[in-house]
């Protein structure tokens, strides 16, 4: 409309923004996932026998399947979910089986990848069902003493059963085996989150001052510390060493992230420390790890051969920057342990500092996206529990790379999706879920702000 040469226009109301979902980009990548790990799957084959594996059809079309299947739990149930976190299990899970493939077939009287194919199918069945059950990750909340008190349980279980390799995290029964550890980790992710989100105001502000750091009362932070020292006592009896430092490092990054004092990462490391110096010197077992880190090649001068830690130096020397290529390494001399602990060392050496820098960056990209959904969260209890999981990975992946590189004494522990471990590969699935639902929160959060 025009008035006396002016030109008035009438507001329009501003359409409404809805972020793309992304899930046909989900759908590519994980064609691309499926695909690689089928020609890891082949590439072993030719190497070792001049043929492609007559399993690789079924392979590719079990592992396709299972990855179909979850991607449609997230399409329907997740629908705005971040579209990296489901491909990145499914590549790491496919290369998991493809190098546990490769180690069979030097030790062809212990095959562990088709039982490790079922733990993946149970693990992939567990995480559409964490999809589809689980409509708000809020719920979780509520159980939080229930979930502490099933993780006790299942740390304390192993010690009613004999230890194994000088360790005592697995509970055995008719040739059955799993271990609860793995299980109880996800637990008290969930109750450290409820139970920091529940009195992150009086941990950051109530309490004396001392120097820098502004320390809770007792009242506040005595029961999760109560519950920490519980659980990592329980550990140390069991001698599960690596797990009682993650769990110390989960406990220290979720205070830290629930009271913004970045004193806490300084306690931390001093009790880190002192913890490990105590332990190292007074536990036989540790102690034993502890002068392999120092000396590794201390059995080779002694001239009893290399040990476990100075073979997978070896296998990663042996590697170079591209690798010998899938199938012609010698990692296998790295002894019972090849398949599990040191399943890092057969794809230094087979596929060299390229293909470890990959997988180094898929776990990053992991962990990125978890912390990602954390910080777009607006409730404290989805935070922090988006930042416990995504720390679990983290911090299971610098203590296993760590330890069989010689960064750090080695803990015995499954890196996540590649090693051998049927807990472990449940378990990660069921964070990768978790992952998924509480960025599928985020985005649609923020598409209800936007739209509103």
Avoid at 68 to 89: F, K, M
Avoid at 96 to 117: H, K, S, W
Avoid at 400 to 408: C, F, R
């Amino acid at each position: 409309m025009t008035n006396a040469g002016t030109t008035v226009t009438a507001d329009l109301p501003t359409p409404a923004v809805r972020l793309p979902r992304r899930r046909g980009i989900e759908l590519t990548l994980i064609v691309v996932a499926v695909l690689l790990s089928v020609y890891g799957y082949c590439a072993v084959g030719l190497a070792k026998n001049g043929t492609v594996p007559p399993g690789a059809a079924g392979y590719g079309a079990g592992l396709g399947v299972l990855a179909l299947l979850a991607h449609i739990a997230v399409r329907l149930r997740a629908p705005y979910a971040d579209p990296l976190l489901l491909p990145i299990g499914v590549l790491l899970n496919g290369l998991g089986l493809v190098l546990i493939y490769r180690l069979d077939l030097e030790t062809p009287g212990d095959r562990a990848a088709p039982t490790q194919l079922v733990w993946s199918t149970l693990g992939v069945t567990f995480f559409i069902v964490v999809v589809v059950a689980l409509r708000d990750h809020r719920v979780l909340q509520r159980y939080a003493y229930v979930c502490v008190a099933a993780a006790l349980v299942l740390l304390t279980l192993p010690v009613l059963f004999p230890a194994v390799n000088g360790a005592r995290i697995w509970i055995r029964i008719a040739g059955f085996s799993i271990q609860p550890g793995e299980f109880a980790k996800v637990l008290l992710a969930v109750f450290f989150a409820a139970y920091l989100a529940a009195n992150r105001n009086a941990l950051a502000y109530a309490g004396r001052r001392v120097w820098r750091l502004q320390l809770p009362t007792g009242r506040v932070l005595g029961p999760i510390v109560a519950i920490w020292l519980l659980s990592v006592g329980v550990l140390i009896l069991e001698r599960d060493l690596g797990t009682s430092l993650l769990f110390f490092g989960l406990f220290v990054t979720l205070l830290y992230v629930a009271t913004g004092r970045t004193g806490w990462f300084a306690v931390g490391l001093l009790l880190a420390a002192l913890g490990a110096v105590a332990v190292g010197r007074l536990e036989p077992h540790v102690h034993s790890r502890v002068l392999d880190w120092l000396h590794p090649f201390a059995s080779i001068d002694a001239g009893h051969g290399p040990n476990q830690l100075a073979q997978s130096l070896f296998a990663f020397a042996a590697g170079g920057m591209l690798g010998t290529g899938l199938g012609l390494g010698h990692s296998i001399l790295i002894g019972f342990a090849a398949k599990s602990d040191f399943i890092l060392a057969t794809a230094g050496e087979e596929l060299g500092l390229a293909g470890l820098s990959a997988i180094f960056i898929l776990y990053g990209l992991l962990v990125e996206r978890g912390y990602r959904a954390g910080l777009a969260l607006r409730d404290p209890f989805g935070r922090l529990l988006a930042v416990g999981l995504a720390s679990i990975v983290a911090l299971q992946v610098f203590v296993i790379a760590g330890g069989v590189t010689g960064l750090i004494p080695l803990t015995g522990m499954a890196m996540p999706f590649l090693a051998q471990g049927g807990s472990s590969v449940v378990t990660n699935w069921a964070i990768v879920a978790l992952l998924i639902r509480l960025s599928d929160s985020a985005r649609r959060q923020y598409d209800i702000e936007v739209a509103a």
